[in-house]
């Protein structure tokens, strides 16, 4: 009886050492007494958003801890400056708007790139100016706690409940969208669970309808969503965190530990990685928010068939891409005057787009990859047209092309320090030891069977794709139940010893 209510206190704990994510066992645990409770209110639109923003609340604190206060806040404030800048005179509606922005990118500058901002400050001048986390020192004065004042942490998903944010009042303002006066609805939007810690961003014009609408499922759609989950459990689990732990983290820990032929899957391997993990979540959460009634938007769309840098940002992290495109690239004068201002867009864009994944030269360079690459796409398009019908050479070869300049932009991605960086190049360009290859295949040859089964069904052209789903989709209940119990057995044979936390939860 104690050990039961232990782990029955422990459920509705924070605990930092235990991950609450998609990939967790007490995860699906909560999420079945959700669905088993879902039954009293789907019927009843304010109940329900009620109970799913209770829900959602409760999920960011496990996730996240006491930084809930965050995600309270920005709910009231931004549901209360969309308002202030729709009832507001032009010029009020500016400022109103100022001061939403300062308050969203302010808070993320604070805990996204203090470090780096007082770096800068104290190189710059000369001075010795130290961080503090402001919050720490709030709670221990308020709970009597011992936070270490020193060191702030990142609070999981502050990145996209912002980005949702600043979309919310910028559309307010161009009269894109009317604010929600119903302020239940509106922070059931900002903090709905399933998208909430890693995306994709969405837009509240798609969501907030879908809020006031009676609850919908039809039979395709509860197997598209179960197809979904399990399609982004096997991406994350049999995929992603395999090759990562056997392969991946090894060569990036160590670069001079391996032969350059190693060092180049390496970079293949965490270019695979990282998209199965990444759209394995977003699967997961579309499928999650399905289930519950509510569609949110795709968020990739094989990226590694692009045949230049615009079709990859038309594939991959769509949400973010689209974000980067309405609210900045536009903004900021888009095509509209001539070919220099919009090469210098673009590029800004792209370098303020890894600047979001971080304050780090890192992933400056990654964006700075991204943005040269898009103006040289550009300018060189003007010149030279190549044809890209289906099974034609140009189009393999621009894929091939494409593929590689993403997987090398990886490297200042993942690797941790500068450093391992010039260490895998190094050891790419001057120790690339074919002669080794053998070796190297039955060294991981586990790990490059799945990376290369994992490059195949990607490649697959998307009627294959279909065929599987809609089998699936089609099937009678007992299958669809059948072949969840068997990958689940599966999941659970190839399952890390330790939970993989999902790549973009740091971001």
Not at 80 to 93: C, D, E, T, Y
Not at 265 to 270: C, N, P, Q
Not at 282 to 289: E, P, Q, R
Not at 317 to 334: A, C, E, F, M, V
């Amino acid at each position: 009886m104690n050990a039961l209510s232990q782990h029955i206190t422990s459920f509705f704990q924070y605990l930092p050492d235990t991950p609450f994510v998609f990939n967790s066992f007490m995860f699906w645990i909560f999420f079945s007494l959700v669905i088993g409770c879902y039954g009293f209110f789907y019927n009843r639109t304010v109940m329900r958003s009620a109970y799913l923003l209770g829900i959602s609340l409760f999920f960011y604190y496990k996730a996240s801890g006491l930084f809930l206060i965050l995600l309270i806040l920005s709910c009231i404030l931004n549901y209360w400056f969309g308002i202030k800048i729709q009832r507001s005179a032009k010029r009020n509606a500016r400022i109103w708007l100022a001061v939403s922005l300062i308050y969203n990118l302010g808070t993320l500058a604070y805990f996204k790139y203090a470090y780096f901002i007082t770096d800068s400050i104290n190189q710059l001048f000369n001075i010795n100016l130290k961080v503090i986390d402001w919050l720490a020192v709030w709670q221990n004065a308020l709970f009597d706690t011992h936070f270490n004042i020193d060191n702030i942490i990142l609070p999981v998903g502050i990145s996209f409940f912002t980005f949702q944010a600043i979309s919310y009042v910028i559309d307010i303002y161009n009269k894109k969208l009317t604010a929600e006066t119903n302020l239940l609805n509106f922070s059931f939007y900002l903090s709905f669970f399933p998208q909430l810690v890693a995306g994709p961003i969405v837009r509240a014009s798609s969501f907030l309808p879908q809020i006031k609408e009676k609850y919908q499922l039809s039979k395709a759609e509860f197997g598209h969503a179960t197809f979904l989950i399990i399609k982004g459990l096997l991406k994350k689990i049999i995929i992603s965190d395999y090759i990562s732990v056997n392969l991946v983290d090894r060569v990036f820990d160590t670069p001079l530990s391996y032969s350059g032929i190693e060092n180049l899957l390496g970079i293949y391997g965490y270019s695979l990685q990282i998209y199965c993990d990444f759209s394995g979540y977003t699967d997961i959460a579309i499928g999650l928010a399905l289930l519950m009634g509510f569609k949110l938007p795709i968020n990739f769309n094989a990226p590694y068939k692009a045949i230049n840098l615009s079709d990859f940002w038309r594939r991959w992290h769509i949400s973010l891409s689209t974000w980067l495109r309405d609210y900045l690239y536009i903004p900021l004068g888009g095509n509209r005057k001539g070919s220099l201002r919009t090469n210098f867009n673009l590029l800004i864009t792209m370098l303020l787009g890894g600047l979001w994944h971080g304050a780090h030269i890192r992933f400056i360079i990654w964006g700075a990859i991204h943005g040269i690459g898009l103006v040289v796409q550009k300018i060189f398009s003007k010149y030279i047209h190549i044809k890209h019908q289906a099974f034609s050479f140009g189009k393999y070869i621009s894929i091939f092309i494409t593929f590689n300049i993403v997987s090398i932009s990886w490297v200042f991605f993942r690797a941790d320090s500068m450093q391992k960086i010039r260490e895998m190049l190094y050891q790419v360009t001057h120790y690339f030891s074919p002669q080794s290859i053998v070796d190297v295949f039955f060294a991981h040859q586990t790990s490059l069977w799945i990376i290369l089964l994992g490059f195949i069904t990607h490649w697959l052209p998307n009627p294959s794709k279909e065929l599987l789903r809609g089998w699936y989709i089609r099937s009678p209940f007992w299958v669809k139940v059948s072949f969840g119990c068997l990958v689940a057995i599966l999941l659970f044979q190839m399952s890390a010893t330790d939970l993989q936390p999902f790549i973009y939860f740091r971001f």
